[in-house]
């Protein structure tokens, strides 16, 4: 085993799968690199559900060099018969010598099936080759295809003294130009975005991706418990993309059937006064949405906080300070009692996008 062309080999396979994030699906990005003598003989991405796997891709390319070459998988190649045929049968048939895959699927119907297929066929296989980076990198599939649930990544833009907007509301803008291009980028990698009611009704946004380069728009999800949202608000009207609103059973039963009327998804989420999220959640997964970016408000944050339904926190601060004691603050929720039962974020990342600061981390709650 030579590590340091394996780790070559699978960074380039996983730079690959990266650039297909937001058109897969439910299904996972994976990049695949076919190796042939020292030589690149082939290279192949997983573009979209239903189509061919990378391993397909990056094995038709490479032709008649596939038979003792070595292939870089990001994900252990499947070994059942979905849409698709299994890639551990097409690796084995086109002869490859050595297999180096990043990380195991999770999935069920694989979860080492592909591994052991291949290794009974001959095939030297290797496994772990920068595996934290692909794990990361599917870290929504993993969710949702052990779970059921989306992953959802919750996107927030304060200023230092953690206000997402003024006294007045006003919050345009607090983060610079820069900063607001890598949130398109976030919604063009998620499958839906959603927010509060209060968001649609004050600023009325379109919620779609606005990339130099044309993104793919997200579903869009609103949380509104008593169906206040106007029937000419962008996210209705425009057509663009679809749009879920979650409501609670003690909604306006005549607007649910105008809602609908214009070709809303209306979803019913539990009896209470607020829409249960946890429920909420169960039946976006049974919609095959895979990931959600959270672009709420205060409240609509807090509350999902509490539920611990966040998977991912995004948090870009701008180097401003607007007091204000009613503006509206970034978390709001009861909170804890003590510090040391704060949410703390782990497995940090810390850029500079210009002046602000963008911090990401896991969520873990220390409150039992």
């Known amino acids: ?31 695949c690199v076919v190796v042939k003598d020292g030589a690149l003989a082939g290279v192949g991405t997983h573009l979209k559900r239903g189509t061919p796997h990378a391993e397909v891709h990056a094995l038709n390319m490479a032709g008649d060099h596939t038979a003792g070459s070595t292939v870089y998988v990001t994900l252990e190649p499947c070994s059942h018969y979905g849409i698709t045929p299994p890639c551990s049968e097409r690796l084995i048939a086109d002869g490859v010598k050595r297999v180096v895959i990043a990380c195991e699927d999770p999935n069920p119907l694989v979860a080492g099936r592909g591994v052991a297929m291949l290794r009974a066929a001959g095939i030297e296989v290797e496994t772990g080759i920068l595996r934290e980076r ?28 953690g206000k997402i907007g003024s006294r007045t509301g006003d919050s345009r803008w607090i983060s610079n130009e820069e900063s607001r291009a890598y949130v398109h980028t976030l919604r063009h990698r998620h499958q839906a975005i959603m927010v509060g009611v209060a968001t649609v009704v004050a600023d009325d946004p379109s919620l779609t991706t606005r990339l130099p380069v044309k993104g793919i728009h997200p579903i869009r999800i609103v949380v509104d418990s008593g169906l206040r949202i106007p029937l000419d608000s962008q996210v209705i009207a425009d057509g663009l993309t679809p749009t879920i609103v979650l409501t609670t059973t003690q909604r306006d039963a005549s607007k649910q059937s105008l809602l609908e009327e214009q070709g809303v998804k209306v979803i019913v989420c539990g009896d209470g006064p607020r829409v ?7 039946q976006l997964g049974q919609l095959e949405i895979a990931s959600i970016l959270l672009e709420g408000g205060g409240s609509l944050n807090g509350s999902m906080l ?8 995004v948090q870009i601060i701008a180097p401003k300070i607007i007091g204000g004691q009613n503006a509206p603050g970034n978390y709001e929720f009861a909170g804890y009692a003590k510090m040391n039962q704060a949410i703390v974020l782990e497995q940090l990342d810390t850029q500079m996008i210009g002046d602000n600061i963008c911090i990401t981390g896991i969520p873990v709650w220390k409150c039992e």
Request: aromatic share 6%.
């Open 306 to 313: 509490e539920a611990r339904l966040v998977d991912r926190i």
């Open 1 to 31: 085993m030579d590590i340091i062309n394996d780790e070559y080999y699978m960074s380039l396979a996983l730079d690959m799968a990266e650039r297909a994030q937001g058109q897969t699906g439910i299904n996972p990005v994976v990049g």
């Open 134 to 161: 692909a794990l990361r990198l599917n870290e929504a599939f993993i969710k949702y295809i052990t779970t059921g649930r989306p992953f959802v990544t919750l996107k927030n833009a304060s200023t230092l003294d």
């Open 276 to 282: 249960d999220m946890q429920e909420a959640m169960v």
